[in-house]
């Protein structure tokens, strides 16, 4: 009896898993040597707890370059998950028998380090001449394309993942990658080297006293991995062959772990190489087997109801019908997704595609998130931010979820840092929302979804500190000290208040303060005075102390006043709108510290600009601010109207001019009837030619109101031409002839019979 036998798989297939299952359990094997990287064979004590729950990913990565990292996801329908289970229970050992990442890692960065000699790139080069092409044949397409089919994935589904009769299954797939390899083999070094590594732990195995040794790997390796393989009766496995193919590789330190996966991160769509494109479905068919279709209309009709869409009990078994019925008539053993999914979108869906792409998401792939104890191996960074989220009661979870903090309540405010902190260490796991009424100084809108990758940028993050609070404080100093502009220095000390980073606050105000005394550029000024107002008027109802911030940002003000007017002279259309934004961040700035000696300068500053010759767009940026704050009255405006959209106005300055006026809210234009008069008879006086010019731009300014503001400014102008055309009737009947009033008085009497009056 042979002592091993080998069992291709292919990964994430239910059938396999299904068949490797009724194999073992029938030739019970004593030991279990399966694909996957030899070093991180440690981590499969862990599975030994049943607290590891698939969807998960094995983990390896260099302990010094953790971004580096490599991941082996697995689901519950995954064959290799099933071999795992099985041998835990039976207690049978399992052990990895792929070329360890710790080689691999290290043969990718020599291949791409810029300092290799040239001796070495020679070498290198050796490995691969014209004749060995880059790629690997697809065997499941060289074999579909024997058997008729088109779709490779159909093939290998009807073929081998819906088997019903599974005997010989695995003897059936090594002959025909066997067959597929002897006509295209294995060209790649990287693939080769595997395979050597692969038969060298075999050998060892069998020096071993076990008697039945299953190998578990993917279909394109079985033919080089038999006992033919083992005794070198197949080119290329000898064992001096696989002695010299691994002979001095260069070597990595590296460490495993597991982390929580998603459905999502397995669809072909996440870009991973061994995805799947319905592995909702796929662990349907895992877990109903033979009932699958049925329940699967069913949960289908479950979530269109869930979603407010029609799907009565009498739709499922019609759709059910249909689906068999499709399945019949293309000769197949019983309805698979394709004919699942053409029966609900006729009778569920009623031809309508976007309930199918409903389906498509929330079950075709799925929202599940699997999960891993809380003793499994990591980093000290991951193990703080576990246990804040517990103590905080912050499940990390694929589906988006809203969350409400009131920061006048101490979880809330806690849940907030936390989140600011991870947003400084590039992990967005919330999102901070603008809530419809407004943004309340105490309440906060937060979007969370947490993403697996999370997991690899905590092993990144844990350079900069063992705890969510350090990391976050040393990242945000890091960011400040290579900040080029002063605005980013102000929104890295927004950002450290936001996370309450009360160690690194000194430090950021000091670069601030510096770079804001050697910076002579006005705009740059403007555009860092906004982040420092939020800190100093909103600091108190976070609960932090920033009392240096106000006498800072009042030098900066002050500095501003100074330059602004010179800022203004001189400038072209770009500048200008840098300077109108400078503007508008240092009037919100004022508005929010109120600070009635600034605030009075600053208005003398304004006024000084909308009377000198500053760009157009500039003036009337300040006018609309004066007219807000009511320093400009109407006579006023009347005239400064009447200057800018005159006929000796440029065009072009005009344009600017209306452009900065309306920019801003239009409840407050809309009472200035005057303004709209002199707009009105400015684009009365326009040409066709320059009136097409300007079309757009005046298009791009009335853009920003909302539909309510601009349906009352087109009722004004109307109101503006109804008005004209009335006088015009009156001036009309002005010079009509004169009412003859001998005739008129003969009228009266019977007028004042009608209405009941006296005749005087």
């Known amino acids: 009896m042979n002592r091993i036998q080998v069992f ?94 710790s080689h691999r890692l290290a043969l990718d960065e020599a291949e791409s380090s810029p300092d290799q000699p040239e001796d070495d790139q020679e070498q290198a080069g050796d490995d691969s001449t014209e004749s060995e092409p880059a790629w690997r044949a697809d065997p499941i397409a060289i074999l579909s ?24 299954l695995f003897e059936a797939i090594q002959e025909a990658m066997r067959s597929v390899r002897d006509e295209f083999p294995e060209t790649r070094e990287a693939d080769l080297l595997r395979e050597a590594f692969m038969r060298k732990t075999i050998r060892r195995a069998l020096k071993e006293d076990f008697q039945r040794i299953a190998i578990v790997c993917g279909a394109w390796h079985c033919p080089v991995l038999d006992e033919d393989a083992l005794k070198g009766k197949v080119p290329g496995c000898r064992v001096k062959d696989d002695q010299a193919r691994l002979k001095g590789l260069p070597k990595l330190k590296t460490t495993s772990t597991w982390i929580p996966w998603t459905y999502d991160r397995l669809a072909y769509r996440s870009g991973y190489g061994a995805g799947i494109r319905s592995p909702g479905w796929y662990e349907h068919v895992w877990n109903y ?44 053993p019983s309805a698979g997704l394709a004919e699942l999914n053409e029966s609900i979108l006729a009778v569920l869906c009623h031809g309508n595609t976007a309930p199918l792409q409903l389906i498509r998401e929330e079950l075709e792939i799925g929202d599940r998130l699997g999960s891993v104890p809380i003793e499994t191996p990591t ?11 517990k103590s905080l009661r912050l499940k990390p979870t694929v589906e988006k979820k809203i969350v409400d903090l009131d920061l006048r309540k101490p979880i809330g405010l806690q849940r907030s840092q936390l989140l600011n902190r991870l947003n400084i260490l590039g992990i967005s796991w919330g999102t901070l929302q603008q809530s419809g009424g407004g943004i309340s100084t105490f309440h906060e809108l937060w979007q969370l979804q947490w993403h697996p990758e999370f997991a690899v940028d905590l092993i990144d993050a844990n350079v900069w500190g063992t705890t969510v609070e350090s990391a976050a404080s040393s990242r945000i100093l890091d960011l400040a000290n290579s900040a080029s502009t002063l605005s980013a220095l102000t929104q890295s000390l927004d950002a450290a208040i936001l996370a309450d ?21 006005v705009v740059h000024l403007m555009e860092a005075v906004g982040p420092l107002a939020n800190i100093s008027r909103y600091s108190d109802v976070r609960g932090t102390q920033c009392s240096a911030v106000l006498p800072l940002l009042k030098e900066m003000l002050t500095r501003i006043l100074i330059g ?6 001189s400038t072209d259309d770009d500048a200008a709108e840098a300077v109108q934004k400078g503007i ?39 006018c609309r601010l004066l007219i807000e704050r009511k320093i400009l009255n109407t006579e006023e405006l009347n005239r400064i109207t009447s200057l800018e959209l005159s006929p000796a106005t440029p065009t072009r300055t005009a344009a600017n001019w209306l452009i900065g006026l309306l920019q801003g809210s239009g409840l407050v234009l809309l009472h200035m009837d005057d303004l709209w008069r002199s707009l009105d008879q400015w684009l009365m006086l326009l040409n066709e030619e320059v009136f097409d010019e300007l079309l757009p731009i005046l298009r791009r300014a009335f853009s920003d109101f909302t539909g309510p503001e601009r349906r009352q400014m087109a009722e004004k102008i109307r109101t503006f031409d109804l008005t004209a055309t009335s006088r015009k009737t009156s001036n009309t009947l002005a010079t009509e002839k004169a009412i003859h009033s001998e005739r008129a008085s003969l009228v009266i009497p019977i007028l004042s019979e009608i209405l009941g009056v006296k005749n005087d």
């Open 289 to 332: 087997g033979d009932h699958a279709p049925r329940s699967w209309l069913t949960n289908a009709a479950r979530l269109l109801r869930r979603k407010e869409f029609d799907a009565a009990p009498a739709n499922i078994v019609e759709a059910l019908r249909l689906a068999e019925s499709l399945a019949a008539i293309r000769e197949r």
């Open 145 to 168: 394309n024997a058997a008729g089919y088109s779709d490779p994935e159909l093939w290998w589904d009807e073929q081998i993942e819906r088997r019903q009769d599974a005997r010989q």
């Open 584 to 622: 508008l961040s240092t009037q919100a700035a004022l508005d929010l510290i109120q600070d009635a000696e600034l605030t009075e300068e600053w208005n003398q500053r304004l006024s000084r600009i909308l009377n000198s010759s500053a760009h157009g767009l500039l003036r009337g940026s300040v």
């Open 564 to 569: 602004l007017p010179s800022a203004c002279q």
């Open 8 to 101: 291709g798989i292919r990964h994430h297939g239910p059938g396999c898993a299904r068949s490797l299952l009724s194999a073992f359990q029938e030739w019970g094997p004593d030991v279990v040597l399966m694909e996957g990287p030899a070093d991180a064979e440690p981590s499969l004590e862990l599975i030994q707890t049943g607290e590891v729950i698939p969807p998960v990913a094995m983990l390896v990565y260099p302990k010094q370059q953790p971004r580096r990292s490599i991941s082996y996801p697995f689901a519950v329908f995954s064959p290799e998950w099933q071999a795992l289970q099985w041998a835990n229970e039976q207690s049978v050992p399992v052990r990895l028998i792929d070329l360890p990442m």
């Open 501 to 521: 980073l009360q160690e690194s606050i000194p430090g950021l105000i000091e670069l601030i303060r510096s770079k804001s005394a050697v910076g002579s550029d």
């Open 379 to 389: 980093v000290p960074l991951a193990e703080d931010l576990a246990r804040l989220q």
